[in-house]
């Protein structure tokens, strides 16, 4: 009888735990994520490279600094260039 009280109260102090907050479960949202752009004609290496007004020039660029996960929106133009990927 008491074997099965434990595991009922190790269950009942989880489901508590995470209502009042206490433990949290954290997943990959589309925030996590990030959102890049490269832009040829308009665009400079010194942007942040968040939105397509403030775009990369190079796609070097975005590969230097986007993660696992990111997004890269490469926008029409010539890029010629070699593009080395280290990660």
Do not use: C, H
């Not at 990111?70 to 926008?75: A, K, M, Q, R």
């Amino acid at each position: 009888m008491k074997e099965k009280g434990i595991p009922l109260t190790i269950a009942i102090l989880v489901v508590l735990s995470i209502s009042l907050g206490l433990v949290q479960f954290k997943t990959l949202a589309a925030t996590d994520a990030s959102s890049y752009y490269v832009d040829a004609i308009n665009g400079s290496d010194t942007n942040t490279g968040t939105s397509p007004d403030k775009a990369w020039k190079t796609i070097q660029k975005a590969a230097s600094t986007a993660s696992a996960g990111s997004t890269v929106t490469v926008l029409p133009g010539s890029y010629p260039e070699r593009v080395r990927v280290s990660r």
